[in-house]
């Protein structure tokens, strides 16, 4: 069932009307369109205070978009914003009244984790790590599995973290495939030899 208008928040708003933008898909999508469809699509909930009859373009839109960044939702580079496979997915279980509920079924795995998976399968650490070459992993082979550079800003390199999180978490309650739990191992590998990576990254 489709949610009530009435009943979303100011945030779950913003990721449906960038889900709407795209139809159903990643579209690249100006910060100042943002603000002019948001207004344009709720005038009561973004307008400026004190002047309904204009947009705002602060922390009443900003904040909710650059905290999704940090949740994997949306990518942003130059003001310039797109939702990821998860923020479609998850924007998609708002819009149908499901955004508690989980998107797998059975041993069916959600489109976001099924296109990490198809990735990490060809990384060059992986392929290392299933070979039993462990001591040939490097920085560069941590960096690769986040889909990460030493250039990622810190909200992005989060975001990434939240991401991986959640496909791990996933494939933990689907361990019927072999090459899941192959790569939740390469995962806690990863994150046990390169802990002061990750933690570099979140406290700069």
Known sequence: MTKNSNDLTRGEKILLFLLDFGKGEKANVRFEDIVVGLFKKYPSDFHLKGYKEYPDSGDLVHKPL?????????????????LTERGIEFAKQILHGDSGSHTTS????????????NRIKHLEGFVLFKEDKMDQLSESDFYNYLSVTVRTPKNAFVGRLETIKAMISELRETPTDQSYRDIIKYNDCMFEKYAKLSDFFINQ
């Open 66 to 82: 650059y905290d999704f960044k940090k949740k994997g939702y949306l990518t942003a580079a130059n003001k310039v914003f797109s």
């Open 106 to 117: 059975n041993d069916r795995l959600s489109r976001s984790t099924s296109a990490e998976v």
